[in-house]
Nanobody, 115 residues
Framework: QVQLVESGGGLVQAGGSLRLSCATS????????MGWHRQAPGKPRELVAT???????NYGASVKGRFAISRDNAKNTVYLQMNSLKPEDTAVYYC?????????WGQGTQVTVSS
């Protein structure tokens, strides 16, 4: 069973930075897509960024140029570097890893950006 544990969320002032981490356990295979999604109160969950096992990345329009996703395949861990944070980035951030036989989600980590 694939399990994910996020860390790194917290409270930061606008313009600041945070780095989220998501550690995986279980067999995730060599071909998969790792990603981050977020959900603000009263809003649907939205894509933040994804990265394939080959290193191809995709970003949501609202974070492009400010956030960077990366992964360490040796550690089966995915990261999200968030820079130039804005109050509208406030949300619960969820890690997601999908492969041939699974689609796993983490429990979420709160990111709050104060103005």
């Amino acid at each position: 069973q694939v399990q994910l544990v996020e860390s790194g969320g917290g409270l930061v002032q606008a313009g600041g930075s945070l780095r989220l981490s998501c550690a995986t356990s279980g067999n995730i295979g060599s071909i998969n897509v790792m990603g981050w999604h977020r959900q603000a109160p009263g809003k649907p969950r939205e894509l933040v960024a994804t990265i394939t096992s080959g290193g191809s990345t995709n970003y949501g329009a609202s974070v492009k140029g400010r956030f960077a996703i990366s992964r360490d395949n040796a550690k089966n861990t995915v990261y999200l570097q968030m820079n130039s944070l804005k109050p509208e980035d406030t949300a619960v951030y969820y890690c997601n890893v999908a492969g041939g036989w699974y689609n796993a989600w983490g429990q979420g980590t709160q990111v709050t950006v104060s103005s």
